[in-house]
C-alpha cells in the first residue's frame, strides 16, 4: 500500500540554525499538508498547500516558516531560525481532495533543538 | 468546525468489540466525521470517515445516529495492537481540508 515518507526520522540541530524536513507524499496525490506535535500535546495544523501554493496556514505558521514542492515528489518544510520551542513531532499529510478522501500522514520528523 | 468530545481514556479486552463513542452535537449537514487514530508517536493513521450512513471497512465501523449528534467507532475484535489513541474528527466539505485534532480517547486493549 503506498505510503507517506519521511526523512530524516529524528533531527538534532542547534538553535537558530536553518532547518529543512522532507517528506514524499503519496504519488498521485495533490494536496500536501504538515502538522505538528509538541510532546504530550495534541497534533496541530501548520500548513496546507495545493497547486503550489499555500491555501491556508494557522498562526503558528509564522514567517519562519516555510513550504516548497521544489519537484514532483518531495514536499518540504524548513524552518529558517529554528528555536527551542519549536521542539517537536513534524507530520506530513496528503490526500487527493480536500473534501471527503482521507489525509494519509507520514511517521513523522523528531525535531530536537539544543 | 464543529468541536467533538471524548471520553478521555476506555479500557477493552483483547478479543471482545471495542466501541467509542464521540459527541459532536454541533455538526452542520456538510460536515463529515473522520476517525484516526495515532500508536505510541507514530503518525496519525486514517481508520474510517461517513456522513450520515453507517460505514464499514476491514479495520472498524462507524455507527452515526440519525440527527447526526453523535458516532460511534466499533473495533469488531480488538488486538493488543489496537491499544492507541483514537481521534474523532469533523471536517467540513470543501474548506481547505485542515484536520483539527483534539485530546481524542486512548484505548487500552487488556490481555
Known amino acids: 500500500e503506498p505510503e507517506v515518507t519521511q526523512t530524516p526520522s529524528h533531527q538534532v540541530t542547534q538553535m537558530g540554525q536553518e532547518v529543512i524536513l522532507r517528506c514524499v507524499p503519496i504519488s498521485n496525490h495533490l494536496y500536501f499538508y504538515w502538522y505538528r506535535q509538541i510532546l504530550g500535546q495534541k497534533v496541530e495544523f501548520l500548513v496546507s498547500?495545493?497547486?503550489?501554493?499555500?491555501?491556508?496556514k494557522s498562526e503558528i505558521f509564522d514567517d519562519q516558516f516555510s513550504v516548497e514542492r521544489p519537484d514532483g515528489s518531495n514536499f518540504t518544510l524548513k524552518i529558517r531560525s529554528t528555536k527551542l520551542e519549536d521542539s517537536a513531532m513534524y507530520f506530513c499529510a496528503s490526500s487527493t481532495s480536500y473534501s471527503n478522501q482521507p489525509q494519509h500522514f507520514g511517521d513523522g520528523t523528531r525535531l530536537s533543538i539544543l | 468546525d464543529a468541536k467533538t468530545t471524548q471520553p478521555t481514556s476506555m479500557d477493552c479486552a483483547e478479543g471482545r468489540a471495542a466501541n467509542l463513542p464521540c459527541n459532536h452535537s454541533t455538526i452542520s449537514g456538510n460536515e463529515y466525521v473522520y476517525w484516526y487514530r495515532q500508536i505510541h508517536s507514530q503518525g496519525p493513521q486514517y481508520i474510517i470517515h461517513?456522513?450520515?450512513n453507517n460505514e464499514t471497512n476491514e479495520m472498524a465501523s462507524l455507527i452515526i445516529t440519525e440527527d447526526r449528534k453523535s458516532s460511534t467507532l466499533i473495533l469488531p475484535h480488538a488486538t493488543l495492537r489496537d491499544t492507541a489513541v483514537y481521534y474523532c474528527i469533523v471536517r467540513v466539505v470543501g474548506n481547505t481540508g485542515k484536520l483539527i485534532f483534539g485530546q481524542g480517547t486512548t484505548l487500552q486493549v487488556k490481555p
Open positions: 461517513g456522513l450520515k
Open positions: 498547500f495545493y497547486n503550489n501554493e499555500i491555501s491556508e
